[in-house]
């Protein structure tokens, strides 16, 4: 199989959908690797590191478009990617395609079928090229709400850790999963006093068991919740439903009960964000202010960091790359059940209900895609 990687295009996204190690995998199992010259650059590859796995340099994303049989990226095509799609070709990247009906559509039309990293499953129900990422933008949360708080960024002047004398602050992490355990950790670490939001006791019984002392939990009912921001220096929505939009947890209205300058970091952003008045933005422009409230929204987090987000997310997807250039979309999807689960769409149809029901379109079942 060809396997093509461009640049991508995302606004200051720095990470590449290859590693030179991954490349070199698929070259060693007999396939031929495509690579946009420069895609790696953001992530600390060189030209040179690619052509020593054994790939080749395409001279533009159109080359790699048109050359390849599976396109590999991080990020969801962005327009004029999309254009570019054709039938029968298989798109293997983050697609999050529940808020994004333009997208989809696109999709849809171009006939390629898109595997989506963040619905591919595990025995255990995890989301393992989900979490990579996962781990990396909730590490990132506190420290980006840390400087989100700063007084010249438009935020309360507070501390996290605070210091003798003078209190931490309070930090409230609404989702107890990978992005809420990371973020709750980190929190903790900088002395900050933390509270993690969530509704299954099993997993606040699991915190409480591997970290208690380090922060607590409670359980997310509304009015819980409620109280809990309303007392909080720094929110931090780590909320997901697997493949659909992101519930909104927060109205604006509350807004008026928090701390003036008080800070909110929605990781939720990719999947429509779990604040109502959370909108995308960029690690350019990350903040803006909604009512006295300093929201950062930055739709693709582990960008800033793309060295060790592109090598962890590598790690995970290259098990799964290979199993599609080596059997073919469709028998790899037909040997793994959880592979299929990232099916979500394939020649002209959606293939994944969360999306469907996102969006109020028609769904054929994956299961009958393969057969």
């Known amino acids: 199989m060809k396997i093509g990687c461009p640049t991508e295009i995302k606004p200051q996204e720095f990470r590449v959908g290859m590693t030179p190690n991954a490349a070199q995998e698929a070259v060693a199992h007999g396939h031929d690797v495509l690579i946009q010259s420069g895609a790696g650059i953001g992530s600390g590859f060189s030209d040179e590191d690619y052509i020593a796995a054994g790939a080749v340099m395409a001279a533009s994303a159109q080359e790699v478009f048109e050359k390849a049989d599976m396109i590999v990226k991080v990020k969801e095509p962005q327009a004029g990617e999309r254009k570019m799609l054709r039938e029968g070709q298989v798109l293997f990247t983050y697609l999050h395609l529940a808020p994004d009906r333009a997208q989809t559509e696109d999709l849809i039309a171009s006939g390629c079928t898109a595997i989506a990293y963040e619905t591919v499953t595990d025995r255990n ?5 989900l979490a990579p990422m996962s781990e990396v933008a909730g590490k990132l949360a506190p ?23 003078v209190g931490p602050a309070r930090v409230v992490v609404i989702g107890g999963g990978v992005v809420g355990t990371q973020a709750a950790r980190v929190a903790a670490g900088m002395g900050a006093e933390v509270m993690v939001l969530d509704r299954s006791l099993p997993r606040m019984s699991y915190l409480d068991d591997i970290y208690g002392g380090a922060f607590n939990t409670s359980f997310a009912s509304k009015g819980n919740t409620a109280d809990w921001v309303a007392q909080a220096d720094l929110v931090i929505g780590a909320v997901l439903v697997p493949g659909a939009a992101a519930p909104k947890l927060i109205t604006r209205e509350q ?13 939720a952003i990719d999947q429509g964000g779990c604040f109502e008045t959370s909108k995308a933005t960029t690690h350019q422009d990350p903040i803006y202010d909604v009512d006295g409230i300093m929201h950062y929204c930055v739709a693709n987090m582990p960008g800033a960091v793309a060295r060790t987000s592109t ?26 059940p959880h592979l299929l689960e990232g099916l979500n769409v394939h020649a002209g149809q959606l293939t994944y209900f969360a999306v469907g029901k996102a969006l109020g379109i028609d769904v054929t079942s994956p299961q009958l895609v393969i057969k």
Do not use: E, H, Y
């Open 311 to 336: 090598i962890a997310l590598g790690n995970a997807t290259m098990p799964f790359m290979l199993a599609i250039a080596n059997k073919g979309w469709k028998k790899a999807c037909a040997d793994d």
């Open 143 to 165: 420290q980006v709400g840390a400087w989100t708080l700063q007084k010249a960024n438009g935020g309360r002047g507070v501390l996290l850790g605070g210091v003798p004398g």
């Open 125 to 129: 129900g995890g989301l393992p090229l």
């Open 255 to 267: 807004l008026s009960t928090m701390k003036p300058g008080a800070a909110i970091v929605d990781v």
